[in-house]
Nanobody, 120 residues
Framework: VQLQACGGGLVQPGGSLRLSCAVS????????IGWFRQAPGKEREGVAC????????DYADSVKGRFTISRDNIMNTVDLQMNSLKPEDTAIYYC??????????????WGQGTLVTVSS
């Protein structure tokens, strides 16, 4: 099983980025997906997660209304659209997969992380 996260970079406050997680070795038809982030000196926290069928989605309060998780079960990819970015969104972002929601930090499958830096 491999999860490959990409799309991070440097963006100014108020800007947007789209992260993508390419999944191989497991089917998104049967797995929930979560996005997490870890800022320097802080614990890893959940940002967004979505059920295998896409019918259930959950967001951290800090990103509600700004971030959107979406999936393509044919391409086996999961995206995180991030708008109105703030400096406090700066972190390494990870995607993770589990058999069901909620997707927690104990999820069995993880990507390698992609760095998002929000700074002017």
């Amino acid at each position: 099983v491999q999860l490959q996260a990409c799309g991070g970079g440097l963006v100014q406050p108020g800007g947007s980025l789209r992260l993508s997680c390419a999944v191989s070795g497991l089917s998104l038809d049967y797995h929930a997906i979560g996005w997490f982030r870890q800022a320097p000196g802080k614990e890893r926290e959940g940002v967004a997660c979505q059920s295998s069928g896409g019918g259930s989605t959950d967001y951290a309060d800090s990103v509600k209304g700004r971030f959107t998780i979406s999936r393509d079960n044919i391409m086996n990819t999961v995206d995180l659209q991030m708008n109105s970015l703030k400096p406090e969104d700066t972190a390494i972002y990870y995607c993770a997969a589990d058999r069901a929601m909620p997707v927690s930090t104990r999820a069995p499958f993880w990507g390698q992380g992609t760095l998002v830096t929000v700074s002017s």
